[in-house]
């Protein structure tokens, strides 16, 4: 019970962080009711992508990423597709964890941004050198104190009376393809299932039991964490919810206001180590699944260095560039993540289900977002 419930904690700190920041930003111009029923899909779209890649693993007995998967199973398209997805995602979401975290806290604590960058580097190299278990333990703290943040800060902002104007409102169309592409690049996860069919000893049953635990739990946090923000802001600072709904409110600005609007010493404490931990249990995740990729072309030591190298040279060169990565990698999430696994599933003769091909179409719907939005 104890490795199940670390490879919950896992899976839902590989997605909650970056999207407690993003989907306040993105979602301010679409309302609670759209954003309810877009996150349920995403829980649907989550767990059905991730068996995809759990039955890649039960189908060849190897705990592999679907990259090694394809390597030596699939074709050369597959293979392109995947391998080049990955590590652009990889570096991607990185990069913009960096860049979130850095800008959270230079402006809350005043200090100097790149000097952030920097210990983020750091810290994640020094994660990825320590056992697995240690590791595992590690991870489950840093998702419990976030998640203890989360409900402390909703616990005493509160968000009972949820304005009816928002809660009604009508989505702003012109929105959507931003948003959607965000909340989706939110919810990817399935590059830690290697890693947790491994560490629950391939036992199908209890990775899909662990991989909807942590689904769900991503699905309840974001749903009343985004509920909360947009309420408290809506209340207590129109100009501030304008600001909002006009893209003009950065990472660090949001956290500082809901420091500020907390009304609490203690909640505004919190709320400047939320960030912290919740872009922490993101990074890790997403560092683990790539060294399950490059540990098998390089010496560990040296897939540590380039996982934690790159994206600090990025911020340096493109700093507070945290939304705007989010709202560009949409097309990368879901070759990643439904596109790559679904053609490899398909050319190793496995059956194709009905939700396989939900998922293919909600993905065709993200990329056409994607598209509308880089165009516009």
Not at 32 to 52: A, D, P, R
Not at 130 to 136: P, R, S
Not at 258 to 271: F, N, P, Q, R, Y
Not at 296 to 312: D, E, G, L, S, Y
């Amino acid at each position: 019970m104890k490795k199940i419930l670390h490879s919950s904690l896992l899976v839902a700190g590989t997605s909650i962080g970056a999207g407690l920041l993003a989907l306040p930003m993105t979602s301010v111009n679409i309302g609670i009711g759209l954003l309810t029923v877009t996150i349920l899909l995403m829980l649907f779209v989550g767990y059905y992508t991730s068996m995809i890649v759990v039955r890649l693993n039960e189908k060849y007995q190897t705990p592999a990423s679907v990259v090694d998967i394809a390597k030596q199973h699939g074709d050369k398209v597959s293979f392109g597709m995947l391998a080049s997805s990955l590590y652009g995602l990889s570096f991607a979401v990185l990069t913009a964890y960096f860049s979130g975290l850095a800008d959270t806290v230079s402006k809350n604590w005043s200090l100097n941004y790149n000097g952030v960058v920097i210990a983020c580097g750091c810290g994640l190299f020094i994660c990825l050198c320590l056992k697995e278990t240690v590791f595992a333990n590690l991870n489950s703290v840093f998702v419990l104190l976030l998640v203890g943040i989360i409900a402390s800060a909703v616990f005493t902002i509160g968000f009972s009376n949820v304005p009816s104007e928002l809660l009604l409102a009508s989505p702003k169309w012109s929105e959507v393809p931003m948003f959607l592409p965000v909340i989706f690049c939110s919810f990817v996860m399935q590059m830690v299932c290697p890693h947790v069919y491994a560490y629950l000893e391939r036992d199908v049953r209890k990775v899909c039991f662990a991989i909807f635990i942590g689904l769900t739990l991503i699905v309840a946090v974001y749903l009343s964490w985004t509920t909360c923000v947009l309420t408290k802001i809506f209340e207590s600072s129109p100009e501030f919810f304008q600001q909002m709904q006009a893209n003009q409110v950065s990472v660090g600005e949001l956290t500082k206001f809901l420091c500020k609007a907390s009304g609490s010493d203690v909640i505004e404490t919190l709320l400047k180590f939320l960030t912290v931990f919740g872009i922490t249990t993101s990074a890790i995740g997403v560092a683990i699944g790539m060294m399950h990729a490059l540990g098998t072309h390089m010496p560990k030591m040296a897939a540590r260095t380039v996982i934690c190298f790159i994206p600090t040279v990025i911020n340096f060169l493109c700093p507070n560039a945290f939304v705007a990565i989010f709202a560009i990698v949409g097309v990368i999430c879901t070759v990643f993540a439904i596109f790559g696994p679904y053609r490899l599933l398909k050319t190793s003769g496995e059956r194709i289900t009905v939700p396989y091909r939900i998922c293919w179409w909600v993905g065709a719907a993200v990329v056409i977002c994607e598209c509308l939005h880089v165009l516009g």
